[in-house]
């Protein structure tokens, strides 16, 4: 499970080899909230309501390097790092 971004103390992760749709780990703290990339929905978990926001603006800006990274991961390939929010 590769870390592809860290900022704010929020670590967004994509596991090898998931299931549909395509989506991300984001981590605050002791909680996980689970994302959609395309809609941003969150579909399992949960987090701070001001971490959710960071997490929604960042993945906002980087669609296309998050869908990159879904790809990648599901071949079970190196993943690139994403330029944190700031």
Known sequence: M???CRFFGISIYFYFSEHSPPHFHAFYGGDEAIYEIQT???YAG???RRAHNLVL?????HRLELMDCWNTATANGTLKQIEPLR
Request: charged share 20%; with cysteine.
């Open 2 to 4: 590769p870390c592809v």
């Open 40 to 42: 941003l929905r969150v």
């Open 46 to 48: 949960g987090l701070p």
């Open 57 to 61: 603006e960042w993945a906002d800006q």
